[in-house]
């Protein structure tokens, strides 16, 4: 139970502050554009923060020889899981747009956001570098064929620009850092931001997601069992398979936690943000963002404590 009650505690931590965006959103307390802004503040200062902190302490030569790995199994399981993705969201969609959507979220769960603050409170430093290190695959993938998928028109293209984003830049950042920590360290007010910057990233990201679910009617996206049957699929039954096969290949336990992870998520706000750029429908990406936040609170602890 231990395992259990540490990540519901965490996971009932982020969902106040989700709850707090909600209200703030209905009760017009912030301005519209607050979304926006802060997807920009995620984006450009904390989650870099997070990254560049970890992997400057983190990323060494001896630690990358130890855990390359790790990519490794985060790439097969991508690759494995896009075929699906591809041919599930053909029998889930109504039409060219919602194929996109369904296709982005059988593919990516919230493992950035999400993923990285659950890490970060449950499981501490050493943990969170584990993942760090297996989601570089998924930022790859996520941020260039996931984009092309979101945006209205594109078709799935993808450009080397979505590569120049400032998650993939802090990776670069942060490693370097890493790398060369034995004859250069940042000074220590420097360090002190990045951590503190870092532990604001949680809590603002739910507050993030509340605010963007919140300028919805709840009625309208809690309608359809298309939603339901997508946040079953994506928080119980991907994991689950993907679970069972690495355990039966008797992977490192270490490996089966952060991938159990990045699987075990609730679906993310890029199905709302991006179409939403681009003038896009943004309606079916708040409902699984909406459901599959509230059904997290009870299955992403379950799934670890029963896989973790």
């Known amino acids: 139970m231990g395992i259990f009650n540490a990540t519901l505690n965490q996971t009932l931590v982020l969902f106040v502050f989700l709850i707090i965006g909600f209200i703030m959103k209905k009760g017009k307390l912030l301005p519209d554009n607050t979304s926006s802004v802060l997807s920009r503040l995620e984006n450009i200062i904390l989650v870099p923060a997070v990254v560049i902190n970890t992997f400057m302490n983190k ?3 001896g630690n990358i020889a130890a855990k390359w790995t790790y990519m490794i199994y985060a790439a097969v399981i991508a690759t494995i899981i896009i075929p699906f993705a591809v041919f599930a969201s053909r029998l889930m969609a109504e039409n060219d747009h919602e194929k996109q959507i369904y296709k982005y979220s059988f593919t990516f769960a919230n493992f950035s956001f999400m993923g990285i603050a659950l890490v970060s409170g449950a499981f501490g430093e050493d943990v969170l570098f584990n993942y760090l290190i297996y989601i570089l695959p ?6 260039s064929l996931g984009v092309a998928w979101l945006i209205p028109g594109e078709g799935g293209k993808v450009s080397i620009h979505s590569f120049l984003n400032p998650i993939c830049i802090s990776l670069i950042i942060g490693a370097a850092l890493g790398l060369i920590r034995q004859w250069f360290v940042l000074p220590v007010f420097m360090q002190t931001a990045l951590s503190t910057g870092g532990a604001c990233m949680g809590p603002i990201a739910m507050i993030l997601t509340g605010f963007v679910i ?12 298309r939603v339901y049957a997508m946040s079953i699929i994506r928080l119980i039954l991907i994991p689950s398979f993907f679970i069972l096969v690495l355990k039966a290949l008797n992977t490192p336990s270490e490996i089966v936690l952060v991938a159990l992870v990045s699987l075990a998520m609730p679906l993310g706000l890029n199905t709302i943000v991006i179409p939403a750029a681009y003038d896009g429908d943004t309606k079916l990406g708040a409902s699984f963002a909406l459901v599959s936040s509230v059904l997290g609170i009870v299955t992403i602890p379950a799934m670890l404590a029963v896989f973790g």
């Open 138 to 143: 998924l930022y790859m993938v996520c941020y």
């Open 214 to 225: 919140g300028g919805y009617e709840i009625k309208g996206l809690l309608q359809g069992w």
């Open 59 to 61: 990323f060494t030569v």
